[in-house]
């Protein structure tokens, strides 16, 4: 770990412990060999697990639950130090390019490509593209299994599971402190939520990016924080409707939660009775939508994508891997307690994040006689991800197509070109096999394939139907 200016090296060192315990615990997570990781959450990320459940009642509201969930986890990222770095491309926005793709290889392998993308798209075409969790009731209070971590300096076996004797590389931990403009927010996390659901006036549409930060210093600096369905004024403009909270897309949520990691400045606490506990739990995603088959077949391209543009694949080194996420690694009860100064405390006392911890909604307490400060934050955390390491994607070049043929074919027809027929309508998704004559599934294949591209359906392959299997002349 670098040297921070002012901060004394054994703060440092203790920190960097806790860091590798933490990340060492959690990796425990990961199942053995195959091509899965722990990738941390860069931006600590509280959950309002409420806002998953139907209002008023501890149940899950399915649809409600499937689209929070999907629009938290509906993503890809770079793993870059431990953690998974998310841009605006969605698993699956992702999943529907690779299924633009096009058999790039031996004929056999064209039909094994064809007949895996067709069922692949099938699938695709009929999911809403929900994201499946496991237990399906994950966020309802009490049905989670959580274990227990703690630690303290000068212990570096934890708690909970044993930590790999492995050591996880990552950035490192910091206290992220905040202006005063935004320091009433960390008791009050629901301004964040109120932040990045409403414009400035009101109107109870998502503000714009710009607005969103300015929206929450305005909170932040209101009189005491707005009771829910109450509304605040600020210089003659009502910032919250007096109406009930809307929904919040958390997606919006992270954008503020980040806003609010790039306004804040980073510093080391030294203290010498250091302590962090807190409770951990893991949640598995499944994607039905997503075929895993497919994305590792090796016999297909897309047209102006290099291979491995949208992945490198694990073992690259042209870029960082890209991770899917198919767990979450959710925390609560965060405690962290320590003997600090007077200027050291106020550090603390100030900051949003911890590592990977959020600190927003946190109640701080001071004991008096040991004069240790502890700081409590009870709330839901997405903490980490277990990510599957995509593959090389696109794993083929983009090579020019081969012409199509001229011939004109029907039922009855033989020859070399029916089998190159044959062939494209099993590597287009089109159920068929490669045998040379122009039998009477291959008609089928060949008006199935017409209807979907809305040409001319008669069975006959001629050149509009030739142009549009194979994409030239």
């Known amino acids: 770990m670098p040297d921070i200016e002012g901060a004394p090296q054994a703060a440092a060192a203790a920190t960097d412990d806790l860091a590798e315990t933490v990340r060492a615990t959690l990796r425990a997570l990961v199942p053995p060999g195959g091509t899965s990781a722990l990738a941390f959450q860069p931006v600590p ?97 009490g049905v989670l299994g959580w274990s227990n971590f703690s630690w303290k300096t000068g212990d570096s076996s934890g708690g909970g599971l044993m930590p790999s004797t492995e050591r996880v590389p990552g950035p490192e931990w910091q206290w992220r402190v905040l202006g005063p403009e935004y320091r009433a927010v960390l008791g009050q996390p629901r301004l964040i939520t109120q932040a990045a659901s409403t414009d400035a006036s009101g109107a109870g549409q998502p503000a714009p990016d710009g607005a969103r930060l300015r929206n929450l210093a305005a909170l932040a600096q209101a009189d005491g924080p707005p009771a829910l369905g109450g509304a605040v004024t600020l210089n003659d403009t009502v910032v919250l409707p007096a109406v009930e909270q809307p929904l919040a897309d958390p997606r919006h949520v992270v954008q503020v939660a980040g806003s609010l990691d790039l306004a804040a400045t980073p510093h080391v606490a030294d203290s010498s009775s250091l302590s962090v ?99 409590t934050v009870d709330g839901t955390q997405l903490c980490a991800w277990l990510v599957e390491v995509l593959p090389k994607l696109p794993p083929s070049p983009d090579e020019a197509p081969p012409a199509a043929p001229r011939e004109l074919l029907k039922e009855g027809s033989r020859g070399p070109n029916v089998e190159r027929l044959q062939r494209q309508l099993a590597a287009c998704g089109c159920a068929t096999f490669v045998t040379g004559r122009f039998d009477h599934a291959t008609v089928e294949a060949v008006v199935a394939f017409q209807r979907e591209k809305r040409l001319k359906v008669d069975g006959i392959v001629g050149p509009h139907t030739w142009v549009a299997l194979f994409g030239t002349v």
């Open 45 to 141: 990320t509280p959950l309002n697990l409420r806002d998953y459940l139907r209002p008023g009642s501890d149940e899950v509201e399915p649809v409600r639950a499937g689209i929070q969930l999907s629009l938290v986890a509906d993503t890809v990222g770079e793993i870059i130090d431990g953690d998974l770095v998310t841009g605006t491309t969605t698993a699956s926005g992702l999943f529907g390019l690779l299924l633009t793709g096009t058999a790039n290889g031996t004929p056999d392998a064209a039909a094994v490509y064809g007949r895996l993308r067709g069922a692949a798209e099938e699938r695709y075409r009929g999911d809403p593209h929900l994201i499946l969790p496991t237990p399906a009731s994950w966020c309802v209070p």
């Open 277 to 375: 506990s807190f409770k951990f739990a893991f949640v598995t995603l499944r994607r039905p939508w997503w075929d895993g088959l497919l994305v590792r077949n090796r016999g297909w391209r897309i047209a102006g994508y290099a291979p491995g543009s949208l992945s490198p694949g694990p073992d690259s080194t042209s870029g960082p891997a890209v991770g899917l996420p198919v767990g979450m690694v959710l925390v609560r009860d965060v405690a962290i307690s320590g003997t600090w100064s007077s200027d050291q405390t106020q550090v603390v006392e100030n900051s949003i994040s911890f590592g990977p911890f959020s600190l927003l909604g946190r109640t701080i307490s001071t004991e008096s006689v040991s004069s240790t400060t502890t700081m």
